[in-house]
T-cell receptor
């Protein structure tokens, strides 16, 4: 089993759709969780940190379920500019082991 | 704006050459990392460093070495470049304070011919 697993994708959705990306992790001692966005031929950029209480930033909502070792990213009202690869990132205790998911590609079409 | 700067955006080298990839961060981060990213394989950790003059092997260190003589600079060295080292190389840094989130450089696309 991979340490971090994401939906394989790609996701093809129309503008205005709601999309949910899922990610599971195997190490219950993991400490920090993030979603990164990576555009084609660019570096990954931090999109959101993920907390147990959940957090929201505009059209984006991230959730963490420690009991199920699962995080999610919800995008509401998808825009063409949301087209990118979304990476789930899990960091171990003390920041000493970082695992990147393989990424889920999103295509938003007009 | 905080930054991780990689010295070259695109690089073409010949097989057998020694190649230096430089990375500088201005955030006073303790941790620095070198990854390579290839289609279908995702991000793979080559080497990392938690302090000056300290280095640890990542998942795929073979054919690479690193140097961290100053806190802000982390260099990746390809001792004798080979065609299978053609890839996108990404440097990142993070702090041991806070939540350890990474900041990436813009990447170096290396082609070995």
């Amino acid at each position: 089993r991979k340490e971090v697993e994401q939906d394989p994708g790609p996701f093809n959705v129309p503008e205005g759709a709601t999309v949910v990306f899922n990610c599971t992790y195997s190490n219950s001692a993991s400490q920090s969780f993030f979603w990164y966005r990576q555009d084609c031929r660019k570096e990954p950029k931090l999109l959101m940190s993920v907390y147990s209480s959940g957090n929201e930033d505009g059209r984006f909502t991230a959730q963490l379920n420690r009991a199920s070792q699962y995080i999610s990213l919800l995008i509401r009202d998808s825009k063409l500019s949301d087209s990118a690869t979304y990476l789930c990132v899990v960091i171990g205790t003390g920041g000493f082991k970082t695992i990147f998911g393989a990424g889920t590609r999103l295509f938003v079409k007009a | 704006d905080v930054k991780v700067t990689q010295s070259s955006r695109y690089l073409v080298k010949r097989t057998g050459e020694k190649v230096f990839l430089e990375c500088v961060q201005d955030m006073d981060h303790e941790n620095m990392f070198w990854y390579r990213q290839d289609p279908g394989l995702g991000l793979r950790l080559i080497y990392f460093s938690y302090d000056v003059k300290m280095k640890e092997k990542g998942d795929i260190p073979e054919g690479y070495s690193v140097s961290r003589e100053k806190k802000e600079r982390f260099s990746l060295i390809l001792e004798s470049a080979s065609t299978n080292q053609t890839s996108m190389y990404l440097c990142a840094s993070s702090s041991r304070k806070g939540n350890y989130g990474y900041t990436f450089g813009s990447g170096t696309r290396l082609t070995v011919v």
